[in-house]
């Protein structure tokens, strides 16, 4: 057993036993991360002359401090769950949906479109909106699937390009015909049907049933990729597709699949939003969950449950976000800094072995 | 409709510049094997940072040097982390990516005090070229533009004859070609490495330095709209091959300046930006059409 | 007496508990040709790669010259004059022969890189050391003897005192090996100091002074050629007086499993394909496929295997033409089972657990496959059995694929690809990088099944191949040149073939570049 030196790649973790140990080895570097990133946004914070302490409780108090910062906590983490779900079974089966974004877009026009064009009653409604969202989201990833399947194209850029693509399309679409005569400034679509909403059952703010939807599609999704014979297909299709190949496994399909079901659950996160926090469609509503998706998965460590911590984490982050802007005038920006720097450190696999040397040379043999 | 004018294509000059840069820059990283996917990111910064240090300095080149200077910097940052660390340089580059943008709007704060763009007191001439201004059809094709235009083409010999012209240039391919070899020849793969990511980071740099200084006067939010994305389009097109990267990069700036023409035909905006991001995707089926040809009965679903 | 060139006192490498070297004294003279030989993981290698500075040991002094020296790193080494070529060639494929020899240091003006110079010096070089070679030419294109010399001349570029070879005759034909040891009497001619690694007892009588032996990481022998000979070597190489290897009991051949007929590829950028091939595979027998690596045996592979489809041809499987559906999946339905070169890229899963390696395949049917799902019981009874059937350790399943040594990895594929119960079993190179005892293990398993099974067999280890085959094909440039009964053929004669010489023709001494 040895690390490969020359070429880089993670050399194998040596075995954890128990559940304590492989717990603590998956969170390790998402700690390690967090941690150096919070290092650096301390840094920036205190350059600029605020004190950071008031910066960080301020992120905890609005996320977590008032029956309002809990509302919002609970309104990110919805998305943000489903985000990372979409992309770890990209990951599962070695695809990086680097485009969500667009899967998202899609799947936020398609949604409120389903929410003001067709008639339903109120239990139906929401639900058939947020699906068609999801087929949208399926489709548009579809593409790119199809492209890397058939033409070795890279989904990363062919989705990526196509985030714009759908943008524009949406943004056409909407101001063609689906225009709301009132609102001059933005770009957004006439309401839903009041049937079609989807209703928020918290006091404050706005946290649907849709949280549940999320946190179950994440439960169902990791049982499936561990337990379903399509999740070993296509966990193995991702760990060597070439192995995979040799071994009969239709390891075409089983990308597509992936890709598509990935697209699917960010379209749901896109119709969601649409028919329930905004309640129509309003052009660039979609604050970045393409980047967030990503960030998710990686504190999840390829972990699809993990994916529900992670992404109640994100979520503070992001409603904490809010508050730091609001109350200290700091902006909203340092929590992108945070999260790029901690995606730079999770993905530097060496960086924990080198860590743990150093904890090894410390405490002796 | 005549949209086929020289203004047509002197404005692809314009617009491919900072294409050509960042995708030609992007190539060194390429040819040691490195998937620098951060091209996005570091034109941003350079966007950034080349107004940013020209109100400071008050001098335009001190502003773009130094912008050059801390994009080479920041792009070290993710240079550690990919080649030192062994990290997956897509996931990291999507990093710098959320990093560039948190950062420049958070230093446009902190630095200069505003939000959502500033305007540069200072920006880059057009340049005349003496003899060729007065002729006919080349005048208003080339001459005109700015210096990093200029630049920008000067970068096809100038690359071609590092590459394969210096030895320099020979340990760069080696370490691209096959890291073990160049090693056990006594070449530093490492250093090799960081050098040519910082080549990348300063021609990304001046791609930004483009967008802010020599085309708009100003720097604003986001500008670089995935433009990195389609330079690294360019990159994977044409692999390690100059002038297949810079010809590429050259026709997406066309589509662009296509673009925006078209716009004055009374075509819906929004339909007609998509097209400059549609052909990257087009580009990369072609190209993998082209190699399944070549792949003579082989079954598995083709490589990357 | 004059000054020994190297000396090795009480040198020993560990590597974890594993004692490689284990205090290792050694002398080498100047300008001799010395050999060391021994057999896999006798520790040879890692000596060698002690003195050219890419392993430092845990104990034990170095001495070039009477002076102790620290060889910490293999430019130190060169710079001391000790160069090393190895085993796998480190050329770059894409670049010329001259860029590749002086990639050390290019002749360089002005900041400007030389490149008729280059070819000027490698020319020169070439002709000193009589390796013979095209500067110009494109290392992809270079036949691997040629490749070879470019390696030798990378090191010569250094202007070394001593060079070490590993195993330069590995992938050699009989003639090229004939080429190579005229090149190391000209190097000693030239004052160089030749070491070489080598298993093969031919060679080192006949060019070696003096030979080392190593068993097991000590030194069992070391003296002068004139003093011993090849039974006594062999004999301190195995540590115990040779048994001659009886050959299997060959079975008497059943119904037809395999053939092909006429088949042609032409893989992609050019390269040797397959040229017409035709031939049958039976039950009860192995067939054994001779060849230098790169003249179509992969390609076979590919073909038999489903990975790739013929241009022209048939190939039938028990019977029923597959030719036009022929896929991995088709393929294996079939009955065709593949122990493949490569473990690691396509023999297993590195990065899942040995369990979802060895269930591969049989996840799709029942008791594993539980409709639309896998039953996790099973599955874990499935792979126990499967490792403790063939002795796969350690023996956790929830572990890592990566983690596993070559041997026991090879065990894992040969455990899942032999329980479906093949008929057709492709085995290409499949104790490469074996350990004896997991390799005597593959041959029996191989050999246990031909009541209901064929085997073909493609290795490059003439030996395995003259031990193990009913009938041997040999393959040169993509097409079957010639089929025999080992008894019929010598290695000498099946190496003839291997160039592409049938033994009729008149034989060529030397080789054009």
């Known amino acids: ?365 | 409709m005549d949209i086929l004018t020289l203004s047509l294509f002197s404005s692809t000059l314009v617009v491919a510049t900072p294409l050509i840069l960042a995708a030609m820059g992007g190539m060194f990283s390429h040819q040691v094997g490195v998937f620098n996917f951060t091209l996005e990111g570091v034109m941003l910064f350079g966007s950034f940072f080349s107004v940013a240090f020209t109100i400071l300095t008050g001098n335009i080149w001190l502003g773009i040097l130094l912008a050059g200077l801390a994009c080479i910097v920041l792009s070290a940052m993710w240079s550690w982390v990919v080649v030192d660390m062994g990290a997956d340089p897509i996931i990291s580059a999507l990093g710098f990516m959320l990093l560039a943008q948190g950062g420049t709007i958070f230093l446009l704060n902190a630095m200069l005090g505003q939000t959502g763009g500033a305007f540069s007191p200072l920006q880059l001439d057009f340049i005349r070229l003496p003899f060729i201004d007065g002729l006919p059809v080349l005048g208003p094709l080339l001459s005109g533009h700015t210096i990093l235009t200029y630049l920008s083409w000067l970068t096809l010999p100038l690359f071609v004859f590092i590459l394969y012209g210096t030895p320099f240039g020979l340990a760069l391919r080696a370490v691209g070609e096959k890291p073990e070899a160049a090693a056990a020849a006594g070449i530093n793969v490492r250093l090799m490495r960081y050098c040519a990511i910082a080549i990348t980071a300063f021609c990304c740099a001046l791609a930004g330095a483009q967008l802010s200084l020599g085309l708009l006067g100003m720097y604003t939010d986001n500008m670089t709209a995935g433009r990195g994305i389609i330079a690294f389009a360019a990159v994977v097109f044409g692999r390690h091959r100059p002038l297949q990267v810079f010809l590429v990069a050259l026709f997406f700036g066309f589509a662009a300046a296509l673009t925006d023409r078209l716009q004055g035909f009374g075509l819906p905006s929004e339909l007609l930006n998509t097209l400059p991001y549609l052909l990257p995707v087009i580009v990369l089926a072609l190209s993998g059409w082209r190699l399944l040809s070549r792949r003579n009965g082989m079954q598995a679903p083709p490589p990357l | ?513």
């Open chain 1, 1 to 365: 057993m040895s690390a490969d030196a020359t070429t880089g790649g993670p050399a194998a973790a040596p075995p954890a036993n128990g559940f304590v140990a492989r717990a603590w080895q998956s969170i390790q570097m998402p700690l390690i991360a967090t941690l150096a990133g919070l290092l650096l946004t301390t840094v920036l914070i205190l350059s600029i002359g605020k004190s950071p302490l008031d910066v960080y409780a301020a992120l905890l108090r609005g996320a977590l401090g008032s029956v309002f910062g809990i509302s919002s906590t609970l309104r990110w983490a919805t998305p943000l769950i489903l985000a990372g779900v979409a992309v770890t079974i990209g990951f599962k089966a070695g695809l990086f949906n680097a485009g969500l974004s667009g899967q998202i877009y899609l799947g936020g026009l398609v949604g409120s479109l389903l929410g003001f064009t067709i008639d339903l009653p109120a239990g139906l409604h929401p639900a058939v909106a947020i699906l068609g969202g999801g087929v949208a989201g399926g489709f548009w990833a579809l593409i790119p699937a199809l492209l890397r399947r058939y033409l070795g194209a890279s989904e990363i850029v062919t989705s990526l390009m196509l985030w714009y693509v759908a943008i524009g399309i949406s943004d056409f679409l909407v101001r063609q015909f689906f225009r709301d005569p009132t609102s001059a400034a933005f770009l957004m679509s006439v309401k839903v049907a009041p049937d079609a909403v989807l209703p928020s059952f918290f006091p404050v703010g706005n946290v649907s049933v849709m949280l549940f939807v999320s946190i179950a599609v994440a439960i169902v999704a990791h049982y499936l990729m561990q337990r379903s014979r399509l999740g070993y297909e296509v966990r193995l299709t991702g760990a060597n597709p070439l192995y995979a190949f040799y071994s009969g496994l239709p390891t075409g399909r089983r990308l597509i699949l992936a890709f598509c079901v990935s697209g699917f659950l960010a379209g749901m996160i896109g119709a969601a939003e649409s028919i329930g926090i905004n309640q129509r469609f309003v052009s660039q509503f979609d604050p970045g969950f393409g980047f967030d998706g990503f960030l998710v998965a990686l504190l999840a460590g390829g972990n699809i449950a993990g994916c529900i911590p992670a992404g109640i984490f994100l979520a503070i982050l992001k409603a904490g976000g809010t508050e730091i802007e609001r109350t200290l005038g700091v902006s909203k920006s340092i929590i992108w800094i945070l999260q790029g720097s901690i995606i730079l450190v999770v993905s530097a696999y060496r960086l924990r072995d080198q860590i743990n040397a150093l904890f090894k040379r410390r405490t002796g043999p």
């Open chain 3, 1 to 513: 007496m004059p000054q020994p060139t190297i000396e090795l006192i009480g040198v020993t490498k560990r590597f974890g508990s594993f004692v490689a070297n284990d205090a290792i004294d050694l002398t080498i003279q100047p300008g001799e040709i010395h050999a060391i030989v021994g057999e896999n993981g006798a520790g040879k290698s890692t000596l060698m790669k002690t003195l050219a500075g890419l392993h430092v040991p845990e104990e034990g002094r170095v001495l070039l010259h009477g002076e102790p020296v620290e060889l910490k790193n293999p430019e130190i080494a060169m710079a001391r004059g000790i160069a090393m070529v190895h085993q796998h060639f480190s050329l770059i494929d894409a670049m010329s022969v001259a860029e590749n020899v002086v990639l050390s240091n290019p002749p360089r003006r002005f900041g400007l890189l030389q490149r008729r110079k280059a070819e000027e010096i490698v020319a020169e070089l070439s002709k000193t050391y009589g390796l013979a070679v095209q500067p110009r030419q494109r290392v992809a294109d270079c036949r691997v003897g040629v490749q070879q010399r470019v390696e030798i001349l990378k090191a010569l570029y250094r202007n070394p005192e001593v060079l070490i070879l590993d195993e330069p005759t590995a992938v050699l034909t009989p003639q090229e090996t004939l080429a190579l040891i005229d090149n190391l009497r000209s190097l000693k001619s030239l004052g160089k100091t030749v070491i070489f690694i080598t298993h093969k007892l031919k060679e080192v009588m006949a060019v070696a002074d003096r030979v080392t032996v190593m068993r097991a990481g000590k030194i069992v022998l070391s003296v002068d050629i004139a003093d011993t000979s090849p039974n006594q070597l062999a004999a301190a190489m195995v540590g115990r007086t040779l048994v001659v290897e009886s050959r299997a009991e060959p079975v008497t051949p059943g119904r037809e499993l395999a053939r092909l007929e006429g088949v042609v590829c032409t893989p992609e950028g050019g390269g040797i394909g397959l040229d017409r091939v035709s031939f049958t595979l039976r039950q009860g027998e192995v067939v054994g496929i001779a060849g230098v690596e790169g003249n179509g045996q992969s390609e076979l592979i590919e073909v038999i295997t489903g990975m790739r489809v013929p241009h022209a041809g048939r190939i039938l499987l028990k019977g029923q033409d597959v030719t036009a559906t022929a896929s991995p999946k088709a393929m294996r339905a079939a009955g065709v089972g593949h122990i493949p070169e490569d473990r690691i890229s396509t023999g297993l899963a590195p990065t899942a657990s040995l369990l979802d390696n060895l269930i591969t395949g049989a996840h799709a049917r029942p008791p594993i496959r539980r409709g639309m799902w896998i039953d996790r019981a099973a599955a874990r009874t499935h792979a126990t059995r499967l490792v403790q059937a063939f002795d796969v350790r350690p023996g956790n399943i929830d572990a890592d694929a990566r983690s596993l040594s070559g041997g026991n990895m090879q065990k894992a594929i040969i455990a899942r690809e032999l329980d479906s119960d093949p008929q057709i079993i492709v085995a290409a190179h499949p104790t490469r990088g074996v350990d004896i005892g997991a390799a005597e293990f593959v041959y029996a398993q191989l050999l246990g099944r031909r009541d209901r099974a064929g085997v073909i067999l493609v290795s490059s280890d003439l030996d395995e191949i003259l031990r193990l085959s009913d009938r041997i094909l040999v393959m040169y440039r993509g097409a079957i040149v010639a089929e025999a009964a080992p008894e019929a053929l010598t290695a000498e004669q099946l190496g003839l073939l291997m160039a592409g010489i049938t033994p009729d023709a008149p034989s060529t001494t030397g080789e054009a570049a």
